[in-house]
Every structure is written in structure tokens, then in C-alpha cells.
């Protein structure tokens, strides 16, 4: 039904990445206004990806979901859907969080109201969400938002930051992908391995030129019933997306940052606990009570992901002068990689590869799932360079 536009892949990339799953398979604040700008020129600037209503409502067109854990706004999503509906060949829909949910890994709000607001991204239906990300994709799976009962596929990403190895359980992009899985359709999670140092938001659009074949070759083969069904397939782009050096099949690691626990000084920290509450809407702060002592004081955590650094402040509210105030912060330090096998995700994503790993809700398929992996995007590859 699709095809593969010309130079999306080029003959070195393939030859490299068919070469690799060959031999695999015989051995077995201001910013805020400034990304509204960008966002507006990522997807405006180019009446080539706008669709008519009509176009959007297509029965015609397969159905694609595109989520994320950063937010509606972010330009990975931006620059993911534009590219989608650019193609004219897709019903795109987006439903992804309003604020950055990124570390929430697979959590759900339960017995709780959560808002959803129409988002004007042009060409696509979109809609952003008070929740989570895995609360974007069981309420539109569920069918309570769209009149279609299910799409052909989910795209959580693209994600600033890697979700190698154990980080795939606190990934919230990740997690998007999952619980499509889960639902029984059909899913891809893409990530970004961003560095501070070394990365631009340009990245971001070759993150995705880079990815699109494969999307587009997953699309084709599950409307044919030839897309592994057991598994959903995460996509590790490296930091420098346009130099890549093809893709690869690989296997989750036992890889994370370590964890550290900071305790922060008090005078860094003036400000009570309702100025924390004060910033509930842009810093997603979620409200706990600390006990029946302190419920009128409350409490206040904020998570943040940015880049490879992840923050969460804990404050307790002080009641008399016989409680004490301690503050804490949480930072994920990248620690040296021991030499380790060229097939784990994290070493082929370092190693500038393109990391592919299919994740299984049933560890015990894995050996079956990475031959059915690989057998499929090997195919993908043949049929690219004919």
C-alpha cells in the first residue's frame, strides 16, 4: 500500500544495518514561548502537511496514534506528526499529555477527573490530557474519546533522552507502548539519546527522517498480518541521528543511571510549601496528604525530566516547632559502562547504532520474539533496496 519515499534510507545505512541482522540471525519559562514558535513554524511553515477535514476523517486511511511523555508540545511530537501527515498517507491522531510526564513510567490516575482539551495541531486530531501518558493511550483504546475503535498503530515519541536497559520501566514513553501492547494493538516507542553538550532541537527532525522508514514498513506489513504481534518495538536514536551508523537489533540491558539522594540545604529552599503549590499547573505537582497530623499542610512533589537529569523535591509542611522541614533531591548520574556485549541496547545506542529492541509483556518468549524481530526488519531491509 506504501512505499518507501527515495533517499529516506540511504544504500549505506541499509547495507550496513542488513549486514548486521544477517550475521545476528546466523548466530541467533521563556522557553515555553519559544517552543509555541517553533512549534508553529515546525508545522506551518508548509501547506505540503495540511489536510483538509475531510483528509483527517479518511476511513480510507489506516488510523496512527501518536503520544508522548513530554507534553503536546514538545518537538518530537511536533516534528513526529508533521512528518506523518506531511506523507498524505495517514489518519493521524494525537493524544498525549498536557505537561511533561516523563518518569512516571506506567502510572494511571485513578478515581481521579482528569481534563481533555482539543490541541490545534494542523492536519492531525489531537486532544492533550491532565493525565499521563498510559492514561492517553487506554482512554483513546478505549474508544471513549474517537468514533473508531481502535488505531493501526501507536507512535509513543519521540522522547528527549534514551530508555535503555532499566530505564524502560520508569520511561513513560516506553510505557505508552506497553499499554498499547497490552490493548492488543501494535506499537513503537522512539527515543532520542540527547546529551546537554552535544545536542541541538534539529536533532529532533533527523530523529524522525530517520525512523519514518520503519514506521512507514510497520504500517504496510500489519495491515498484511506480518508484524510481530507478541512484542512492540523500542527505537533508540543516537545523539547524532544524521551520522548514524544503521540500525541494529539488540536486547535490553541491565543498564541504569545510578540513583542518588541528595539531602539540600533548608536556606536553598525559603519558600513554603504554597509556593510549591503555587506552581502546581506548570511543574505537574502531585499533592499527597503526609498524615492526619500534617493533612492541612499537605505535601508537594515535583517531577522533572530534562534531558538525562531527573529531579524530585519532597517537602514536608511543618506543623510546630517540634517538626522538622528536610529536603531531598533525586539525580540519576550516568556511571561508566563495563565492556559489555555489542548486542545490548545501551552499548549499540553509544556505539552511534540505531538500537531496535522488541519488548515482550512474556520475558520467557524472548528468544522466539527476537527471531521474529529480526526476521521481519531483515525483510523490511530486502525490500528497501529493491
Avoid at 80 to 102: E, I
Avoid at 143 to 170: D, E, M, Q
Avoid at 290 to 297: E, H, Q
Wanted: hydrophobic share 35%.
Amino acid at each position: 500500500m506504501t512505499t518507501t519515499k527515495k533517499n529516506m534510507l540511504p544504500p549505506a545505512l541499509v547495507n550496513n544495518l542488513q549486514e548486521v541482522l544477517l550475521s545476528r540471525k546466523g548466530g541467533n519559562s521563556g522557553n515555553d514561548k519559544k517552543d509555541e514558535r517553533r512549534k508553529s513554524e515546525a508545522v506551518g511553515h508548509s501547506t505540503e502537511t495540511s489536510t483538509s477535514a475531510s483528509d483527517e476523517n479518511d476511513n480510507s486511511k489506516p488510523v496512527v496514534l501518536v503520544t508522548n511523555g513530554e507534553g503536546i508540545d514538545s518537538l518530537g511530537l511536533v516534528y513526529l506528526v508533521q512528518a506523518l501527515v506531511g506523507s498524505g498517507l495517514y489518519n493521524v491522531h494525537v493524544c498525549a499529555p498536557q505537561s511533561d510526564k516523563s518518569v512516571s513510567g506506567h502510572s494511571v490516575t485513578v478515581l481521579e477527573t482528569i481534563t481533555v482539551t482539543p490541541s490545534e495541531i494542523e492536519g492531525a486530531t489531537a486532544y492533550e490530557v491532565s493525565g499521563t501518558t498510559v492514561d492517553c493511550v487506554s482512554l483513546v483504546l478505549s474508544g471513549a474519546l474517537f468514533s473508531w475503535s481502535k488505531p493501526l498503530l501507536v507512535i509513543s515519541g519521540v522522547n528527549r533522552g534514551s530508555s535503555c536497559g532499566h530505564h524502560t520501566f520508569y520511561s513513560s514513553v516506553v510505557a505508552g507502548a506497553r499499554e498499547a501492547l497490552i490493548c492488543g494493538v501494535p506499537s513503537l516507542s522512539i527515543s532520542l539519546n540527547w546529551k546537554r553538550e552535544e545536542s541541538q532541537e534539529s536533532d529532533f527532525k533527523d530523529a524522525v527522517a530517520v525512523c519514518l522508514p520503519l514506521v512507514t514498513a510497520a504500517i504496510r506489513d500489519i495491515e498484511k498480518g506480518a508484524f510481530p504481534k507478541s512484542c512492540f518495538l523500542n527505537i533508540e536514536i543516537p545523539t547524532s541521528p544524521s551520522t548514524n551508523k544503521g540500525f541494529k537489533l539488540t536486547k535490553q540491558s541491565m543498564w541504569r543511571s545510578a540513583p542518588n539522594w541528595l539531602a539540600v540545604s533548608a536556606n536553598r529552599h525559603p519558600s513554603s510549601a504554597a509556593h510549591f503549590m503555587s506552581n502546581q499547573q506548570s511543574l505537574g505537582l502531585q499533592l499527597a496528604q503526609l498524615s492526619r497530623d500534617a493533612s492541612a499542610a499537605g505535601a508537594a512533589r515535583r517531577v522533572t525530566a530534562q534531558r538525562q537529569n531527573v529531579e524530585v523535591e519532597s517537602v514536608g509542611a511543618v506543623k510546630s516547632d517540634n517538626k522538622v522541614t528536610k529536603y531531598f533531591r533525586l539525580e540519576f548520574i550516568n556511571k561508566e559502562q563495563e565492556d559489555a556485549d555489542e548486542d545490548l541496547d545501551f552499548k549499540a545506542l553509544d556505539s552511534g547504532f540505531v538500537a531496535v529492541t522488541p519488548i515482550s509483556l512474556c520475558p520467557q518468549n524472548e528468544s522466539d520474539i527476537q527471531t521474529a524481530a529480526s526476521d521481519w526488519i531483515s525483510g523490511v531491509l530486502k525490500a528497501a533496496e529493491q
